[in-house]
């Protein structure tokens, strides 16, 4: 049964001030919303008590992100989207980032904030295993003051936590001292979007001289509360990882967890994922340490770039500012797989005008490819390779076919040119020409899509 507007009431102070001094007025008669992600959805079901709501939707004084020193201090009514616009938090805590892409659709990132993901106390809240491993502090403000609360102590039990009925989190405080760690993140759910977790990891390591010096590990959807894998840690702390740590790693993991049968899935299912995410986790720290001995291995270390650094070096893939940006958020990638995920859905998400921009990175079929970095000059040499060889009366009707298509639709002709020969092009060339611009641009952008596949494949090989 569907709720009644008639039993809520509903105000906005409008400042943070005049909403603290409400609830210290009223302890535990108002209920703050701020994006309603998560209460709206108990309000259409009819399992939201009756009761008083104060908006802190987009106060300024929660909205802020505020880069220090020592910490980053995220406001607690930032968007997941703020998030993921934000240079350093994406830069440095990428895990916290990787969770705010997996947190529903676009309209929940734009909604969502980090603080009410807390305060809701979900067990499978895809952005806290994070904050458990970035040893994030909380502060709670009041009127009576303000005070920090490690994060690890925040939840006292299944929708439990440490916040007094006259208290907000202003904001979510993260160290800046993870440098030189690596990072794992994976959600494993009934699709990839907008899926509540069946189990989710976050995991940064270090290793020096072979040994691994520091480690942690959290998880969530396997206990009552988002967990630290302590003893599992422990187990791992201080040594060199082979098959025999790793083994003794997925039994602490097994037996460490609390998981349940729930709608969802089943505590069975639950201890063997965890314990695989585990055994992934040190593993792809193995395969970091071997790149460090300057063994291959492009993805690992591109993991690790800045931001722009890590833009920079696959944007010749695309020729998108806007899909590198979207695709360097995503880090980090524990293997080829999932950076192409990101990287397809990241692409069809972008608008027209990003589109243009990557094909404007390429040359004409036909002609000397003149890009905007070698490595992509490189690679359009070898895509259209047949189209060199070809003979001189294929490259004239190429060119005047180019032309007419440019004047009817507006942009260069794009089509996946690996393994095609020459005549196979023209071919396709001629059939596009009946397409309408609609049909075409779509096509284009799905030509697009397959050159910067194979780029990425090529990329990660290098």
């Given amino acids: 049964m569907r709720s009644s507007p008639a039993d809520y009431e509903m105000v906005a102070p409008g400042n943070l001030h005049a909403v603290l001094s409400l609830l210290a007025k009223e302890p535990n008669v108002w209920l703050p919303i701020a994006g309603g992600t998560d209460l709206m959805v108990q309000y259409a079901a009819g399992k939201l008590p009756a009761c008083k709501l104060v908006s802190i939707w987009n106060l300024a004084e929660l909205r802020r992100i505020e880069v220090r020193t020592d910490e980053i201090c995220i406001g607690a009514g930032c968007t997941y989207t703020d998030l993921l616009k934000h240079e350093t938090a994406t830069r440095e805590f990428p895990l916290l980032s990787a969770a705010a892409r997996w947190t ?85 759910g009934a699709r ?50 082979n098959s025999d740590l790793i083994l003794a790693a997925r039994r602490s993991a097994a037996a460490e967890i609390r998981p349940i049968d729930d709608i969802r899935s089943t505590a069975r299912y639950r201890a063997t994922v965890a314990a695989n995410l585990v055994a992934e986790f040190l593993t792809r720290l193995t395969s970091v340490q071997g790149g460090a001995r300057g063994e291959k291995n492009v993805l690992a270390r591109w993991n690790a770039l800045p931001t722009e650094e890590a833009m920079a070096a696959i944007l010749p893939c695309c020729g998108s500012l806007t899909w590198a940006r979207g695709v360097v958020a995503g880090r980090p990638f524990a293997e080829e797989a999932s950076l192409l995920t990101v990287a397809n859905e990241t692409w069809r998400s972008l608008t027209q005008a990003d589109w243009m921009e990557a094909f404007r990175s390429h040359p004409r079929i036909g002609e000397s490819p003149v890009s905007r970095t070698p490595q992509a000059t490189a690679w359009s040499a070898q895509e259209q390779k047949n189209v060199a060889d070809a003979d001189a009366a294929v490259k004239i009707a190429l060119a005047e076919a180019n032309r ?14 690996t393994g095609k020969s020459a005549s196979e092009i023209l071919e396709i060339l001629h059939r596009r020409l009946d397409n309408d611009a609609e049909t075409e641009l779509h096509e284009a952008a799905e030509q697009q899509r397959q050159i910067t596949e194979l780029r990425l494949k090529k990329w990660l090989q290098s």
Avoid: W
């Fill in 104 to 188: 529903g659709g676009i309209a929940n990132q734009n909604r969502g904030t980090l603080g009410g993901n807390i305060v809701n106390a979900s067990p499978a809240a895809d952005s806290l295993p994070a904050l458990l491993v970035y040893d994030a502090e909380l502060i709670a403000i009041s009127v009576r003051g303000q005070r920090r609360v490690p994060y690890a102590q925040f939840h006292s039990g299944y929708k439990k936590m440490l916040l007094e009925p006259d208290e907000l989190i202003q904001s979510v405080c993260l160290p800046r001292r993870f440098d030189g760690y690596v990072g794992y993140t994976r959600k494993v």
């Fill in 192 to 241: 990839k979007a907008q899926a509540i977790s069946k189990v989710c990891v976050a995991g940064l390591g270090r290793v020096l001289n072979g040994v691994v010096d520091d480690i942690r590990i959290a998880m969530g959807s396997v206990a009552p509360v988002p967990l630290r894998l302590t003893e599992t840690e422990e187990t791992v702390r201080g040594k060199t990882i």
């Fill in 404 to 417: 007419e298509y440019e004047r009817r639709f507006g942009h260069i002709f794009i089509v996946c040119a």
